[in-house]
Antibody
Framework: QVQLQESGPGLVKPSETLSLTCTVS????????WSWIRQPPGRGLEWIGY???????NYNSSLKSRVTISVDMSKDQISLRLSSVTAADTAVYYC??????????WGQGTLVTVSS | EIVLTQSPGTLSLSPGERATLSCRAS???????LAWYQQKPGQAPRLLIY???SRATGIPDRFSGSGSGTDFTLTISRLEPEDFAVYYC????????FGGGTKVEIK
């Protein structure tokens, strides 16, 4: 069973870069697309982007200019970087497997607050 | 860009009752790429239905999905206490998008 664990700073200052890591266990990085999804407090889900181990990627057009998702197969990790953050980027960030158009396995999520 | 509109926003029902949740797309979407998720407070979403009508692994048969084109439905035949949660539909065309969610609360 694939298990995902998000990690990273819980507090980021405005205008800085948010950096999160998702560590994968129980499965192969090459078996799935890997996605990041976020959820502002009390609100709905927003897809951020996905990546495949061979470099295929797709980002939400509304975030594309600020997002970078990468894969480190040696560490079984997927990373998210979101630059120039504002309070609107405060959210729980989830990593998830993406296959056949569906999000199958989810991490428990990590709350990132943007505040000075 | 496709927009998914879920209704109602909140559904107040009693255990044992039937729940019918709607997801309407702003343009026709492929049933192959229409999914439903359940999210309980403090938890990550869980895949319930994929391909509009196929249950994911371990999902009880009281959950069923139907629909095509622009109109899709998630039905919970008899609500159990653990079914009170928020439900999201999601489609994957060129980019995945989620509906705004329907909260099923205890009446």
């Amino acid at each position: 069973q694939v298990q995902l664990q998000e990690s990273g700073p819980g507090l980021v200052k405005p205008s800085e870069t948010l950096s999160l890591t998702c560590t994968v266990s129980g499965g192969s990085i090459s078996s799935y697309y890997w996605s990041w999804i976020r959820q502002p407090p009390g609100r709905g889900l927003e897809w951020i982007g996905y990546i495949y181990y061979n470099g295929i990627m797709n980002y939400n057009s509304s975030l594309k200019s600020r997002v970078t998702i990468s894969v480190d197969m040696s560490k079984d990790q997927i990373s998210l970087r979101l630059s120039s953050v504002t309070a609107a980027d405060t959210a729980v960030y989830y990593c998830a497997t993406y296959y056949g158009g569906n999000f199958y396995h989810w991490g428990q999520g990590t709350l990132v607050t943007v505040s000075s | 860009e496709i927009v998914l509109t879920q209704s109602p926003g909140t559904l107040s029902l009693s255990p044992g009752e039937r729940a019918t949740l709607s997801c309407r797309a702003s343009q026709s979407v492929s049933s192959t790429y229409l999914a439903w998720y359940q999210q309980k407070p403090g938890q990550a979403p869980r895949l319930l239905i994929y391909g509009a009508s196929s249950r994911a692994t371990g999902i009880p048969d009281r959950f069923s999905g139907s629909g095509s084109g622009t109109d899709f439905t998630l039905t919970i035949s008899r609500l159990e206490p653990e079914d009170f949660a928020v439900y999201y539909c999601q489609q994957s065309g060129s980019s995945p998008i989620f509906g705004g969610g329907t909260k099923v609360e205890i009446k």
